[in-house]
């Protein structure tokens, strides 16, 4: 049995049951496809469903502002997916419609090509290879192949392997017209079977249907497959974080563009790269000091993908609004949960007993 049959078979039997994958609907397909980059499904279903109740169509979710879409995505991290989403919802509403083609769905604003090739082959039956992390490993693994995903060598490589195996009529003695919804459950089963049976620590390699073909089994080489090119450099940042409260009122700002977190809303942000609370508050006229706050978390730790960060809480209380750079403003205490803001803030914010 082929390699390409034996995944179909198992996707049959194995295949995971998901809400995005009862419909041809592109909207929702590719709603699920940018929530699930860098997030486990577990996590991200529940926001898949919110977002399908809240916005059941593209039209809608055009229609919402980038702060309802912000907000909606709080938790989730990697920010700019959801700017680019609403980006992209309005991109597609101007231009008449879902695109259907690989080119077109690629021209939307946060799709690459992996998102492109999901899209179009469960929607829209396109002939596209699907490869993410999942697909990398099996391929890397089955076939034996040592070259580093992370290279450009290695995603030609492994994107010509991929798009070669994709089912076949003349192989599979199928009509043409069955192939669509067989390259969509291809490309799924092949994600599957990495995500749970071909998995990164303690694969099933003896119950494993491609046991007999398998390079790295073969070999004794699962472990070391596939392989990747270290090239991520970490920094850290150390933030200080002022909740200001003054009769009811907190001071929040929108983070600006070209940064972490753009477009969320945050407390009053000290960067321990630029400055310390006090020469701060001296460059900016403000009354503020570490003796007139109080310390409620310290050292808080905060992983990013980039960086880690580090965050102290103060807690400033006041009877008299200080002075503030412009772009902070005020609001009740209580309406801070209508504004999406870091998780990073969210726990930080939970010391208050607030409920952002």
Same mark, same amino acid.
């Given at each position: 049995?082929?390699?390409?049959?034996?995944?179909?078979? /198992?996707?049959?039997?194995?295949?995971?049951?998901? #809400?995005?994958?009862?419909?041809?609907? #592109?909207?929702?397909?590719?709603?699920?496809?940018?929530?699930?980059?860098?997030?486990?499904?577990?996590?991200?279903? #529940?926001? @898949?469903?919110? *977002?399908?109740?809240?916005?059941?169509? =593209?039209?809608?979710?055009?229609?919402?502002?980038?702060?309802?879409?912000?907000?909606? @995505?709080?938790?989730?991290?990697?920010?700019?997916?959801?700017?680019?989403?609403?980006?992209? !919802?309005?991109?597609?509403?101007?231009?008449?419609?879902?695109? $259907?083609?690989?080119?077109?769905?690629?021209?939307?604003?946060?799709?690459?090509?992996?998102?492109?090739?999901?899209?179009?082959?469960?929607? *829209?039956?396109?002939?596209?290879?699907?490869?993410?992390?999942?697909?990398?490993?099996?391929?890397? %693994?089955?076939?034996?192949? !040592?070259?580093?995903?992370?290279?450009?060598?290695?995603?030609?490589?492994?994107?010509?392997?991929?798009?070669?195996?994709?089912? &076949?009529?003349?192989?599979?003695?199928? +009509?043409?017209? !069955?192939?669509?919804?067989?390259? $969509?459950?291809?490309? +799924?089963?092949?994600?599957?079977?990495?995500?749970?049976?071909?998995?990164?620590?303690?694969?099933?390699?003896?119950?494993?249907?491609?046991?007999?073909?398998?390079?790295?089994?073969?070999?004794?080489? =699962?472990?070391?497959?596939? =392989?990747?090119?270290?090239?991520?450099?970490?920094?850290?940042?150390?933030?200080?974080?002022?909740?200001? $409260?003054?009769?009811?009122?907190?001071?929040?700002?929108?983070?600006?563009?070209?940064?972490? /977190? &753009?477009?969320?809303?945050?407390?009053?942000?000290?960067?321990?790269?630029? @400055?310390?609370?006090?020469?701060? !508050?001296?460059?900016?006229?403000?009354?503020?000091?570490?003796?007139?706050?109080?310390?409620?978390?310290?050292? =808080?730790?905060?992983?990013?993908?980039?960086?880690?960060?580090?965050?102290?809480?103060?807690?400033?209380?006041?009877?008299?609004?200080?002075?503030? #750079?412009?772009?902070?403003? @005020?609001?009740?205490? $209580?309406?801070?949960?209508?504004?999406?803001?870091? %998780?990073?803030?969210?726990?930080?914010?939970?010391?208050?007993?607030?409920?952002?």
């Amino acid at each position: 049995m082929s390699f390409t049959t034996t995944i179909l078979q /198992w996707f049959r039997e194995n295949g995971r049951d998901l #809400p995005w994958r009862e419909t041809r609907d #592109p909207y929702a397909i590719w709603l699920s496809e940018i929530i699930l980059q860098q997030t486990r499904i577990e996590q991200g279903r #529940p926001y @898949w469903e919110r *977002f399908m109740r809240r916005w059941p169509t =593209v039209q809608d979710l055009a229609a919402a502002s980038e702060d309802e879409v912000l907000r909606e @995505w709080q938790g989730l991290g990697y920010y700019s997916r959801a700017r680019n989403l609403h980006a992209a !919802a309005r991109q597609i509403v101007a231009s008449g419609g879902f695109p $259907s083609t690989i080119a077109g769905i690629k021209a939307l604003k946060g799709v690459g090509d992996y998102t492109a090739a999901a899209i179009g082959s469960f929607a *829209f039956g396109l002939p596209a290879a699907v490869v993410d992390g999942n697909v990398y490993r099996v391929l890397a %693994r089955h076939y034996g192949i !040592a070259t580093p995903i992370n290279t450009t060598e290695g995603k030609k490589e492994f994107s010509a392997l991929a798009q070669s195996l994709l089912p &076949q009529s003349s192989s599979l003695s199928l +009509q043409p017209s !069955a192939l669509s919804s067989l390259t $969509s459950d291809y490309n +799924q089963g092949l994600m599957d079977f990495g995500a749970t049976f071909c998995t990164p620590q303690s694969p099933q390699c003896p119950q494993c249907p491609l046991q007999e073909t398998c390079v790295a089994f073969r070999e004794g080489r =699962v472990s070391e497959l596939p =392989v990747k090119q270290r090239t991520l450099k970490v920094k850290e940042r150390h933030f200080s974080y002022i909740y200001i $409260s003054c009769n009811g009122y907190t001071a929040i700002h929108r983070r600006p563009a070209g940064d972490i /977190w &753009q477009g969320l809303y945050e407390p009053l942000l000290i960067d321990h790269g630029q @400055w310390t609370i006090d020469n701060w !508050a001296a460059q900016n006229n403000c009354q503020l000091s570490i003796v007139n706050c109080q310390l409620l978390a310290k050292n =808080v730790k905060h992983v990013l993908t980039h960086r880690i960060l580090y965050a102290d809480f103060w807690l400033w209380e006041t009877k008299e609004r200080p002075e503030l #750079p412009d772009d902070y403003f @005020w609001i009740h205490e $209580s309406d801070i949960v209508d504004y999406g803001i870091p %998780r990073l803030v969210e726990i930080l914010l939970e010391s208050l007993s607030l409920e952002p």
